[in-house]
């Protein structure tokens, strides 16, 4: 259907051991996830269990063992050029700026230069970094630096936004912020969101859907939540909210035994 931006159909991701080549291990197995334009999807799921398999499906920058990838309606083919992607890890460029580190993207896509620094001014003017242009990574704080990466991509303009744990390494009062600055920038835009997190109250707060997996190998849907808190939402707020409480029981009591299962998995690895 036209009105999806985003459909991941059926996929199955099947890897090879690096040590032994005859083993094979399946990180995610037969699983549809569909994003409407303008709807913020979040998905969550033990550590290890393939979230981030799906995001880099869908980012393109990985061919599914099988199943099919829509971007509004049309196979994907390669890179998801519709698709704007904000990393775990630190991304930017450490030689460059701030604004040197929002302007690459458009300087790649062959806009004009000057062009390219009046758009990534502004980016960082609605990220609240007006003012820090000239500043270098290790100059900036650890909330900076993810304001930047989120110019960065949002400079771009992309209708759809991957978001890998982007916030994870920030303090609570930082990542409160950050989580209700996308929120705004989100809400003047209505680009189609999916958002990969391991934190439970981060996704309901956020989200018009909660998408719960399984733990691995062969990761899958087991659950799926509409959020049907009013909006806007202020992050830190919605929390107190009664709804956003009965909402986190359900969720918990979908999600607690395969976390269970996930973090046994990590303690036999470990061993």
């Given at each position: 259907m036209a009105d999806y931006a985003l459909e991941l159909l059926d996929i199955s991701c099947t890897f090879r051991s690096k040590d032994d080549q005859s083993q094979r291990y399946t990180a995610v197995a037969?699983?549809?996830?569909?994003?409407?334009?303008?709807?913020?999807v979040s998905v969550v799921g033990p550590t290890g269990c393939g979230k981030s398999t799906l995001l880099n499906v869908g980012a393109g920058l990985l061919?599914?063992?099988?199943?099919a990838v829509k971007v509004f309606g049309q196979p994907l083919a390669g890179i998801n050029t519709r698709a704007g992607y904000m990393f775990q890890s630190e991304a930017l460029m450490p030689w460059r700026s701030a604004l040197d580190n929002v302007m690459v993207g458009l300087q790649y896509r062959g806009v004009a230069e000057a062009q390219a620094r009046t758009q990534a001014e502004e980016w960082l003017a609605r990220v609240g970094?007006?003012?820090f242009g000239d500043r270098y990574p290790h100059q900036l704080s650890g909330g900076m630096r993810k304001r930047t990466a989120l110019a960065q991509v949002l400079a771009l303009d992309p209708d759809i936004i991957l978001m890998d744990e982007p916030f994870s390494a920030l303090d609570i009062q930082t990542r409160q912020l950050m989580e209700n600055e996308v929120l705004d920038l989100w809400a003047a835009k209505k680009k189609a969101v999916l958002f990969i997190t391991?934190?439970?109250?981060?996704?309901i707060a956020m989200s018009d859907r909660v998408v719960v997996l399984s733990a691995g190998p062969a990761t899958h849907p087991i659950g799926e939540f509409t959020i049907d808190l009013a909006r806007p939402r202020d992050v830190a707020e919605v929390r107190t909210h009664p709804r956003f409480v009965e909402l986190h029981t359900q969720i918990w009591n979908?999600?607690?035994?395969e976390v269970l299962k996930g973090y046994a998995q990590q303690l036999r690895k470990a061993a």
């Open positions: 037969g699983t549809t996830l569909r994003i409407r334009g303008g709807e913020f061919e599914p063992s099988s199943g970094l007006s003012g391991h934190d439970l109250d981060e996704a979908v999600l607690r035994d």
